[in-house]
């Protein structure tokens, strides 16, 4: 009879309590699973447009650059509209550049319609499904959500005058997304020179 009731305790199971402990705890490794997944989709998504407005930083920093080297415009040119120049003030939506191919001035125009992009501000095209640039399933991606500053301001010499040879360029990007409703900025600090 003594071993019959050793045999029964050896083969006794979990409890219903701890079962249910085993599943809350499997429970909350799953949802931080789940939560750091998320966290990881949003992270990609907003890398990409923080490249995006990097790259669109730059782009417009090197065209003031390029027009001040060929001479397609003057030094006194490189201002804001306020200051007697031809770049607008406060941000504007990322439009084409117009006749002057500078972006942010007066004459900037809406994109034409061309290939996957609608007639309107810029956009990028990015690869579809099958992820080749340059084929048919091609994804437009629209920039109406970016918006462009430039403010170009003088700069001045250690004893406080004005120095009337540099000026400095502050271009800054900022793009709202959907899962924030504060909008997210990119900046690029440069100065230029009236000399080539």
Known sequence: MTQSISRKSAQRGFTIIETMIAIAI????????LASFATAVGATQNAQQNLIARQKALEATESIYTARNTQQVTFSQI??????GIFSNGPVALLCAGPDGLVNTTDDVNCPASGPCAAGPECVVLPGPDGILGTGDDVA???ANFTRQIQI?????????????????????SYSTGTSTVPRTYTVNALISSFR
Not at 26 to 33: A, E, N, Q, V, Y
Not at 79 to 84: E, I, S
């Open 26 to 33: 499997m429970s909350i490794g799953i949802l931080t699973l």
């Open 79 to 84: 201002a804001n509209v306020a200051n007697g």
């Open 141 to 143: 991606m629209s920039l």
């Open 153 to 173: 301001s003088n700069v001045l010499n250690p004893d406080g005058s004005l120095n009337q040879t540099l000026k400095q360029i502050v271009v800054t990007i």
